[in-house]
């Protein structure tokens, strides 16, 4: 492996990095107020947030 091809995938890598922290990042700002309810396999659970 060349140097060029080290620094596309560093390069590469921080660019996946960036974009996973900027989606986790929206989806904690848009989530919304209130109680939490979930039913699956483990029954009911409340959540507050």
């Known amino acids: 492996m060349n140097r060029s091809n080290g620094l596309y995938l560093i390069i590469g890598a921080l660019v996946v990095v960036v974009i ?8 904690e700002q848009t989530k919304p107020e209130g109680i939490q309810m979930n039913i699956g396999k483990n029954g009911i659970s409340v959540e507050q947030n």
Do not use: D
């Open 20 to 27: 996973g922290l900027g989606t986790y990042i929206y989806r």
